[in-house]
């Protein structure tokens, strides 16, 4: 199976950092990456799909990149709204398991 | 709106068996793969099991193979989970959730409010 390690998996932030989440896949899935974000007591919310294209409604200060076995999820200016915990997902091979990775929970400093 | 409600959850012995439940609403149901993905308690996402638009490609995680099957009823717009030998470690939040275009590996854009499962004597 795929493993997906996202680094850190806490950060501290302020509003207005540029803050960057890695993801790394144990072999390559090409653009088959998703990043997800979850507030506490809430299902996640879908950001990004196939590595970079922005999920329809999501402020264009999140951006992700990467191709193969490395990804980043980056928010150009952190705002308050942002405080969360965001999780990557490969979506390379179905079946088997369509792998979360971790997670990296964003809290304010 | 684009709404899925699951519900089934509950207290439950270990051994013993659960059925949830997930109610899709404005939106094609078959039209789209739909997914099973859980959270325990203060940890990270799980993908449980898969099942595309006619149900033809089914596919579940090595935790919980053999022991629980999805199923849905296009019809009915639902989806289903049936978890049998339920141990400890099935307890967890359990989301339904949505692909965002039609096929099993595309990226979730829709989830349920999640329905809790507890395995507990």
């Known amino acids: 199976d795929i493993q997906l390690t996202q680094s850190p998996s806490f950060l501290s932030a302020s509003v207005g950092d540029r803050v960057t989440i890695t993801c790394r896949a144990s072999q390559g899935i090409s653009s088959y990456l998703a990043w997800y974000q979850q507030k506490p007591g809430k299902a996640p919310k879908l950001l990004i799909y196939?590595?970079?294209t922005l999920q329809s409604g999501v402020p264009s200060r999140f951006s992700g990149s990467g191709s193969g076995t490395e990804f980043t999820l980056t928010i150009s200016s952190l705002q308050p709204e942002d405080f969360a915990t965001y999780y990557c997902q490969q979506l390379n091979s179905y079946p088997p398991p369509l792998t979360f990775g971790g997670g990296t929970k964003v809290e304010i400093k | 709106e684009v709404q899925l409600v699951e519900s089934g959850g509950g207290l439950v012995q270990p051994g013993r068996s659960l059925r949830l439940s997930c109610a899709a609403s404005g939106f094609t149901f078959d039209d789209y793969a739909m997914h099973w993905v859980r959270q325990a308690p203060g940890k990270g996402l799980e993908w449980v099991s898969g099942i595309s638009w006619n149900s033809g490609s089914i596919g579940y995680a090595d935790s919980v193979k053999g022991r629980f099957t999805i199923s849905r009823d296009n019809a009915k717009n639902s989806l289903y989970l049936q978890m049998n030998s339920l141990r400890a470690e099935d307890t967890a939040l359990y989301y339904c959730?949505?692909?965002?275009?039609?096929?099993?590996?595309?990226?979730?854009?829709?989830w349920g409010q999640g329905t809790m499962v507890t395995v507990s004597s």
């Open positions: 959730a949505k692909v965002w275009d039609s096929s099993e590996n595309d990226a979730f854009d829709i």
């Open positions: 196939a590595a970079s």
